[in-house]
């Protein structure tokens, strides 16, 4: 668990951080680009190649592609037919995909953790809700598969650790989550990215550094690290935690963005979350392998 609130601290800072200082002013694919570059550059001098599982090797590449590849190609191309309020709004249904793609790998149907996730993106719409006109199906759709794929890479990282044990540390062999990532945002880059709107001042590029080393590099392998010590349910929610904790931030530092009754409401339905999902743990329900 403190490794996945340090995450979601960390991820918290970077939602405002793109609004203010990335979005619509550098070109999305090449942000996304240099993210996973630096972070590929912190752990691949580590990377081992040999004595490994190639499944777990292989995994990783996949999860990587799902998580910073998929993900993300969907995710920006959402904004073009979505406006800001309403891709909030639809994020908040990654804690349900985690905790169905989880149950479905174990075979198995976990109500409690269903539920808690639903609470908690009942916690979410609370305090992003807003009203949603005009054509929206597409964005939605896009929005959907970055949700789903955002978390199908989540729920697979962990499956693979605890699948494939090895006396190897995890940051010699994590530098494979951030090549499989390379290899879709390389390509992403060369066919749709804009050269002309490459970043222009040091705030932006000090900006884009941070997101690679602390949110991207060292964020994505102390999430996984934390997966593998909860259960799914609570992986679940805990991806729904950066919806409170941006707003707190974003009002902090940038003062708009939040209505302090909503953020405070849902924030406390999404608290209740955790303990709906404790309660079922205790209560003999199944838990995740």
């Known amino acids: ?116 996730a639903a609470v908690a993106v009942g916690g979410g719409v609370i305090i992003r809700f807003h009203r949603i006109e005009g054509e929206y199906l597409i964005g939605f759709l896009l929005l959907q598969l970055a949700n789903a794929t955002f978390a199908a890479g989540q729920v697979l990282c962990r499956r693979l650790l605890a699948k494939y044990p090895t006396d190897v540390p995890l940051h010699c062999f994590f530098g494979h989550f951030f090549l499989g990532a390379m290899a879709l945002a390389i390509p992403s880059f060369l066919l749709f990215g804009d050269p002309a709107r490459l970043p222009q001042t040091a705030m932006q590029w000090g900006v884009l550094t941070y997101m690679g080393l602390f949110a991207t590099a060292l964020g994505m392998y102390w999430w996984v690290k934390g997966s593998t010590r909860v259960d799914a349910g609570t992986l679940a929610i805990m991806n729904e935690l950066h919806v409170p904790a941006g707003l707190i931030v974003n009002l902090l530092f940038w003062n708009r963005g939040a209505n302090p009754r909503t953020l405070l409401l849902g924030g406390a339905v999404i608290l209740f979350s955790l303990w709906v999902n404790r309660l079922g743990r205790r209560l003999g329900g199944p838990r995740a392998r």
């Open 1 to 116: 668990m403190p490794y996945l609130i340090l995450v979601t601290l960390l991820w918290a800072f970077s939602f405002s951080l793109i609004g203010e200082y990335i979005a619509g002013q550098v070109d999305s694919d090449f942000a996304v680009l240099l993210r996973v570059v630096i972070a590929a550059a912190v752990f691949v001098p580590f990377t081992r190649w040999r004595k490994l599982p190639w499944r777990l090797v292989g995994g990783l590449w996949l999860a990587g592609a799902l998580q910073f590849g998929v993900t993300y190609l969907a995710l920006y191309r959402s904004f073009a037919v979505l406006t800001v309020p309403e891709v909030l709004l639809f994020t908040v249904l990654t804690p349900i995909y985690i905790t169905l793609l989880d149950d479905s790998l174990a075979r198995r149907f976990n109500p409690w953790s269903l539920v808690a």
